[in-house]
């Protein structure tokens, strides 16, 4: 009996360990999505190339510097570019909080300049209904040069100007974090004839200035929690809602204690979830100066992939190739505390599933938090959590909404593995989003995980010896990290600039005594996936490939009418994986047909100049 329970116990751990890393995967996406600013570079004389100052999936705004005139003034303009659903605060009253409005500073030791011009603000509704002052899409301010200041008695024609600009960037779903980007550039007071002359349309009436005031903390808070409750209607929850039906079926057979017990720590699984959040928002805002962005995650194909996988193997859980034995935990004071650990973890996963729909009064709640001091951000992020958690508190805490909930029966066993054939459904819409490249490779280890999971858990039994039974299992463990290995996608993705393969590309760069790399590949080739791993993801290959301006071409012979599927069979007259080298000098191309030439491949790319 020790020996069955230590299994199940492992196989509980295993599931918790999951959907801690996919918290984890969580606050490491929306990290890395945050784009921090650098200060612009001075490119050439009054003017600077355009710097991103935010940007929102298909929303981006950039803003660079000219020299120009303006109704005979001479100044700088800062000249704004982006999509018009991206936008910037004009008032400090109207913005997510006091001091987010839209700032330009400039300074100089050489040039003295005057109070910003603004052009006229436009009225943007928010989905709350008020009416906010914004400038957005296309927009330039200007900024008068008042005086060139003297030194010992000589004019200075020529000087250094550094522009900082600060705010807050909004589209109609969520608020990005507050920037702060400094702008640098050089300006010739001696060409200043020769300047561009522009008009801003400032619009002087303030008849139409909006003072609404922004959110109260109060106010804040109700709709933080008003937010937590919509998350339960949602369809990122869908998947998780039936296993959260059957586990409070299988609680109205417990009694009221032990029912609520397993309610609160659902609930508590909820919480821990938005807990994390916001430790992850902390760390972001004290040590990097970002915050933590609702949902951003499932923009990274690495998260998506492992909510693949996890949906994957809670279907097959449905399917009963992988048991966890959470109903019989329920019953008894002697119990193993796998249930209660059950109920946590998916409380939790409801919780992740909820991310990538929290847009409209989410995002506001959410995005107000953000601009606030992260103690504020912290217990706005809880309410959330308290929001979605409510429900569930109050229906296992009153016996009469239990008892109107069906009997258990032979429906649960048929319900539990159609929900199972549920999952794989949104696992495969999950694998819809990842980007074409992943798609496959995401597939091929999910059935490699699924036949891991079938050997865990079918494999053995209670009678099965220990010895066997760790065979078994470590053997499964290597198989997993072997295929995920293989077929995972890497955090640092492609380190090699590819291009598709072109034949014109090609003779250009040899009649030029260029070298050329190309690596003939297919989705279908398991060889050229280990080629990409050892070889390609190698940082000293990829930098040397960088370094020594090599044209590196990626000829995918997938399709059999491709262009670089007839230059594999009639040019080259090879099979994949195949990587030809072009060396300048050289008669023959050098042909590396096997999978660990990463070695061999470094020393070719080091000889060249």
Known sequence: MGAEMAAMKSKKTLLFSILWVACIFAAICSASGQNTKEPGLIITPGSTAGVELANSGQEVSTARIESVQMDSKAGIAVIFEGTDDLHYYAKSET?????????????????????????QWHI?????????????????????????????????????????????????????????????????????????????????????????????????????????????????????LPLIVMRIVEQAKAGKKQSRAMGFAFCFGILLFFASLAVANIVLQIFYGTVLQWGDQYRNPIFVAGMVLLLVVLALMMFGVFNIGVPSSIAGKSGSGKGYSGAVGTGFLAAILSTPCGFGILAFAFGWAQAQHWLVATVVIMVIGVGMAVPYAILTSIPGLLKRLPKPGQWMELFKQGIGFVLLIIAVKLIGSLPQAYRTNVLYFAVILGFCVWMWGGWVSFNTKPARKWLI????????FAGGWVFLPTPAGELIAWQDYDDAVIDNALAEDKPVLI???????????????????????????????????????????????????????????????????????????????????????????
């Open 95 to 119: 913005a997510p909080a006091e001091g987010l409005e839209l700032k330009i500073q400039a300074k100089s030791e050489v040039f003295d300049f005057g109070e910003a011009v603004f052009p």
């Open 473 to 480: 299992r470590i053997s499964a463990a290597l198989i997993v």
């Open 519 to 609: 690596k003939f590949t297919a989705d279908w080739c398991l060889s050229c996936q280990a080629v990409d791993k050892v070889v390609y993801h190698n940082e000293d290959i990829a930098g040397l490939i960088e370094e020594k301006e090599v044209l590196a071409i990626k000829a995918d012979t997938t399709a059999n009418d491709s262009p670089a599927t007839l230059a594999l069979k009639h040019k080259y007259k090879e099979l994949v994986p195949v990587t030809i080298l072009f060396l300048p000098g050289a008669e023959e191309p050098v042909r590396l047909h096997e999978i660990f030439f990463a070695g061999k491949l470094k020393e070719l790319l080091q000889e060249l100049p």
């Open 124 to 240: 943007f509704t928010d989905p709350l209904g008020s009416k906010i002052e914004v400038y957005e899409g296309n927009f330039n301010i200007f900024v008068p040069i008042t005086a060139v200041k003297a030194q010992t008695s000589a004019i200075i024609s020529e000087g250094d100007v550094e522009v900082k600009i600060t705010g807050i960037a909004c589209t109609s779903k969520v608020c990005l974090p507050p920037f702060e980007t400094t702008l640098q550039t050089k300006i010739d007071w001696s060409q200043q004839d020769s300047w561009t002359s522009i008009n801003v349309e400032t619009g002087d009436d303030t008849s139409k200035t909006i003072t609404a005031p922004s959110y109260s903390i109060p106010f804040a808070l109700g709709l933080a929690f008003l937010a937590g409750l919509t998350l339960n209607i949602m369809p990122c929850v869908w998947p998780v």
